[in-house]
């Protein structure tokens, strides 16, 4: 019998990797995406057209009343990864209200259509922004989230807290991803790599905040979404990883990092973008940003209790992926 997963944003940069992903593994894909023009569309619609197999597309917004629950209605999925969400810590200074929009009431939508048909689990997008100022390394699932350094990171807080709610209410077995810094070919045009690859060989200077003294746990998408595939069959409820799990004690709920688990400077990672592009950066220093952190790094000791952790693509292999992919995409 043939598996259904309904995947939100699957036009987006992890959306369409974990589709293409799971087409590959025999899953009919149910997708949406509102092809929101926070960036160029157009590589919404690249990404979507080299998606092939069992594949239904929905255009739409998420926080549209009734999509949601029409498309569980007739599709029915045995899983749902929801990854649609107004991204991005520093859009969220300039346009508070599409946060609102798009990650809280869109995901209030997805939790109504999925308590009136249920799964067999619930997944949800939530990202290492939810650490916000803690100060202890690397960062575990157990360790608080209350103290946000930016709107989005709060957005994906108050996600999470939903989430619980209906999961505690409905039993409904939800697992929340915390994402750490995603990279690779077909990213978004507003992160580092993409941003930096482009000023690079347009002989442009890159900015770079508080002089360079920063860490990012760089992870590479197809390494992220092999781990959310092994996750599927995982849901809150049928294991738990003892003192180290995040499981609820009242609810089949628990939150799960995917990251690499090997935090790079971030000087490391331009010259990465250098080898790769065979130039040398013209680097602008500036200070730090209002709402950024100067370092994440994920623990997967619950990842690898629970699926055997996720494959590690090296940097420069990842990195230089990436810039094969643009100097393609962008034809210099």
Do not use: C
Not at 54 to 81: H, S, W, Y
Not at 138 to 148: G, H, L, N, Q, W
Not at 225 to 247: C, K, Q
Not at 291 to 300: E, I, K, L
């Amino acid at each position: 019998m043939t598996k259904t997963v309904l995947i939100t944003g699957a036009a987006g940069f992890i959306g369409f990797h974990l589709a293409r992903l799971l087409l590959a593994d025999g899953w009919r894909v149910v997708g949406v995406d509102g092809m929101t023009p926070y960036y160029d569309p157009a590589l919404k619609e690249g990404r979507l057209a080299r998606l092939s197999g069992d594949l239904r597309f929905e255009r739409g917004l998420i926080e549209t009343p009734g999509l949601l629950m029409r498309l569980m209605a007739e599709e029915k999925p045995q899983a749902v990864v929801h990854l649609a969400a107004q991204a991005g810590v520093r859009y969220s200074i300039e346009a508070p209200r599409s946060y609102v929009e798009a990650n809280l009431i869109g995901t209030y939508e997805l939790l109504e259509a999925a308590r009136a048909h249920p799964p067999a689990h619930m997944m949800l997008a939530s990202t290492s922004s939810v650490y916000g100022a803690n100060e202890k390394v690397p960062f575990a699932e157990t360790d608080k989230t209350d103290r946000p350094m930016s709107f989005y990171a709060a957005t994906k807080m108050a996600t999470e807290g939903m989430a619980h709610s209906y999961a505690h209410l409905y039993h409904l077995p939800v697992t929340m991803f915390r994402f750490f810094t995603v990279y690779g070919p077909w990213g978004r045009p507003d992160m580092a790599l993409f941003k930096f690859t482009r000023a690079i060989l347009k002989g442009e200077p890159i900015d770079i905040y508080n002089g360079g003294e920063m860490a990012r746990d760089f992870t590479y998408v197809e390494d992220l979404v092999e781990g959310i595939r092994r996750l599927i069959a995982v849901a809150p409820g049928t294991v738990s990883a003892g003192p180290m799990d995040s499981l609820s004690p009242v609810a089949p709920f628990r939150a799960v990092n995917i990251g690499n688990a090997a935090p790079v400077p971030l000087m490391e990672f331009v010259a990465a973008i250098e080898r790769a592009t065979g130039r040398v950066a013209e680097k602008n220093f500036l200070p730090m940003q209002a709402g950024d952190v100067p370092r994440t790094w994920a623990s997967d000791a619950l990842l690898r209790a629970l699926v055997g952790g996720i494959p590690r693509t090296p940097l420069d292999e990842g990195v230089g992926n990436f810039v094969r992919w643009y100097r393609d995409w962008a034809g210099v």
